[in-house]
């Protein structure tokens, strides 16, 4: 048997996730597609049902980062606590 150890993401970095997906101008199935995510994970995350690991929060950011506004402050939050995440 196989066991996989998963660092999960800090509650800060869940809430900028979550408020960054939240302000996002684009659907939600678009911003999956633009991240390599399904869109049942990218809902999951945005409702808090579940927690992304640094490496979908960097994802998220990254399909941020060239939308405008909100979108893209979010993109910058998320990578400010994706520094401050234990390594």
Known sequence: MCRHIVHMASPK???????????S????????RRAGLSP?????VKR????PTPTVA???????E????EA????KTIRRALRQEPK
Do not use: C, F, M, N
């Open 48 to 51: 808090g049902k579940r927690t």
């Open 40 to 44: 049942s994970l990218t809902a999951y």
């Open 72 to 75: 893209a402050v979010g993109a």
């Open 25 to 32: 101008p684009v659907t939600l199935r678009e911003l999956a």
């Open 13 to 23: 970095l869940v809430r900028a996730v979550q408020s960054a997906l939240k302000s």
């Open 58 to 64: 960097a994802r998220l950011a990254k399909a941020l």
């Open 66 to 69: 060239g939308l405008a506004g």
